[in-house]
C-alpha cells in the first residue's frame, strides 16, 4: 500500500455510494435492503445544505412537468409517482419521520390571454400524452383555491400530482440509513471513481465492489469518467410563511408558466424558481427575488402578506436531454441528471438502482442508458 493511496482496513463494502443528496441516500437504502454492504460519502454534512435536495421546493408533478420531447421522463415520472405513497410510508416507519407527503393535486393557472392560449395548448398536450387534465373555469378555479386572485383567465387540475418535504426526506433517509446500517461518511470529498472503488481528495482510496456516482451537479467533476454530460442549472427560491394563528394561505400547488406556489403541512410556501445557466454560481439575486414575488403576487396575492423565511439557490442537474442517467458507464453506475424531477423520481431510480446492483435485470429505458451518450463521454 502506497502512502499515497491509503487504503483503510476492514472488508470491501459491497457498493460505495458518491454523494449523499435524496437520490444517493435513497440508493444506498434500498442497496442496503437487498442485503448488500454499503458506504456513502458526502463532501459535507448529512443532511447536506448544499444539495439540491436541500432547496428543492418538492413537487411530484408527473403531468404538470409533461413535455412532448419528454414522454420517457413522464412515463417514468408516473411510474416514481404511483410508489411515492409506499416510499413515504415505508420511510417513515423506519425513521420515525413524517416526510410530509401531501395528496394535495396542482392547479396551472393563466393569468392573460397569452398564458391561457398556453395553458390550453398545455391541455391540449396532455390529452395526446394520455394523461388527460380538468379544465376549469376560472370561478371554478377559485372555488378550489380561493386565495387565487379574481383576476385568473384560465386553469387546469392535475388531481394526481403532490407534493412532499424534501428536506423531511432527506433527514429520513438519513436516519433510515444508520438503523440499516449503511456506512455514512461526512467530511469526504471523492476525487475519482473508477470500477473497483474511488480515491478521496486527501488520497484515501475507499475499495468496493460496485461504485454508484450521485453528486447530483457536481457528477462531472468527479474524475474518471471523461466528458460526463451533467451541468448546473441553477434555480432561486423562497421560503415564506404564515404568522402564527393565521389560516394556511393554500391548499394546492399553484403554478403558472414560470413559478409555482407550493404549500407545506407547518404553514410554510415555498416559491419558485428560477431557470439559470450560471455554472455553479449560488448567489441569490435581488432581480430573481423580485421576478418571483412579482408574478406570484399577482396570481395569488395573500403571498405578498407572508413573512419572508430564507431566500436561497440550488443546482439542479441536468443533461442534455433533460433525462437522468440510469446504469452503468465503464463500469461505474450513474444515478445522476434528474433536473427539475428528481424528488419526484427518488422511488424509481432506488428501486432499479437497486435491482441492478444486486445483479437482477432493473428493467430500465434505454433512453436513459448513459451510453446515449456515448459520442460525448469519451
Ligand atoms: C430550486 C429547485 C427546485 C426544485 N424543485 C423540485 C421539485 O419540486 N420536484 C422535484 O422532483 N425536483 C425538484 N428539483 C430538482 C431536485 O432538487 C434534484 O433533481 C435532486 O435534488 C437531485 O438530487 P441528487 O441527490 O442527485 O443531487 P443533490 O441533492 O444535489 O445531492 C448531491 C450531493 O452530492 C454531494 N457531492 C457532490 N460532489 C461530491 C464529491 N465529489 N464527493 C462527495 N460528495 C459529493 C453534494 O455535496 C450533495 O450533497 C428542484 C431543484 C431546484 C434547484
Redesign the pocket.
Known amino acids: 500500500m502506497s502512502s499515497a493511496s491509503p487504503t483503510p482496513a476492514g472488508p470491501t463494502p459491497d457498493v460505495v455510494v ?7 441516500l435513497a440508493v444506498a437504502w434500498r442497496a442496503r435492503a437487498r442485503g448488500l454492504s454499503v458506504t456513502l ?4 454534512g448529512l443532511p ?1 445544505y ?4 436541500h ?6 408533478a408527473p403531468v404538470a412537468e409533461a413535455d412532448a420531447q419528454e414522454r420517457a421522463v413522464l412515463t417514468l415520472g408516473l411510474d416514481s409517482a404511483v410508489r411515492w405513497p409506499a416510499f413515504a410510508q415505508e420511510l417513515q416507519e423506519a425513521s420515525g419521520i413524517d416526510v410530509g407527503y401531501r395528496t394535495c393535486g396542482t392547479l396551472v393557472v393563466a393569468r392573460d390571454r397569452d398564458e391561457a392560449e398556453h395553458v390550453d395548448r398545455e391541455i391540449r398536450l396532455r390529452e395526446a400524452l394520455g394523461v388527460p387534465v380538468a379544465r376549469l373555469l376560472p370561478s371554478a378555479a377559485r372555488r378550489l383555491e380561493p386565495a387565487l386572485a379574481p383576476a385568473i383567465r384560465s386553469a387546469f387540475h392535475a388531481p394526481a400530482d403532490h407534493a412532499v418535504d ?1 428536506r423531511a426526506v432527506c433527514e429520513a433517509l438519513v436516519v433510515a440509513c444508520e438503523r440499516a446500517g449503511v456506512v455514512l461518511r461526512t467530511g ?3 476525487a475519482s471513481v473508477a470500477p473497483g472503488g474511488i480515491t478521496l481528495a486527501d488520497g484515501e482510496r475507499v475499495p468496493a465492489g460496485r461504485v454508484v456516482l ?5 457528477s462531472a ?2 474524475e474518471g469518467l471523461p466528458g460526463l454530460c451533467v451541468r448546473p442549472v441553477k ?1 432561486q ?1 423562497l421560503r415564506l410563511k404564515a404568522r402564527a394563528g393565521e389560516a394556511p394561505l393554500l391548499d394546492h400547488v399553484v403554478r403558472w408558466d414560470g413559478g409555482y406556489l ?1 404549500p407545506r403541512a407547518d404553514g410554510c410556501v415555498v416559491l ?2 428560477t431557470m439559470e445557466d450560471r455554472g455553479y454560481d449560488t448567489t441569490v439575486t435581488a432581480l430573481g427575488v423580485y421576478e418571483l414575488l412579482r408574478d406570484a403576487g399577482e396570481l395569488v396575492p395573500g403571498v405578498l402578506e407572508l413573512d419572508l423565511e430564507a431566500a436561497m439557490a ?4 441536468a443533461t442534455p436531454d433533460n433525462a437522468p442517467l440510469l446504469g452503468a458507464w465503464q463500469d461505474v453506475v450513474l444515478a ?1 441528471g ?8 427518488t422511488p424509481v431510480t432506488a428501486d432499479r438502482i437497486g435491482t441492478l446492483l444486486a445483479n437482477e435485470d432493473p428493467g430500465i429505458d434505454p433512453a436513459f442508458a448513459p451510453s446515449r451518450f456515448a459520442k460525448v463521454m469519451a
Do not use: Q
Open positions: 458518491v454523494g449523499g443528496g435524496i437520490v444517493g460519502c458526502e463532501r459535507g447536506s448544499v444539495a439540491a435536495s432547496v428543492a421546493a418538492g413537487m411530484l424534501p469526504a470529498s471523492v450521485a453528486a447530483g451537479a457536481w467533476r468527479v434555480g427560491l407550493v419558485g424558481a440550488g443546482l439542479r442537474p445522476c434528474h433536473h427539475r424531477n428528481g424528488v419526484l423520481l
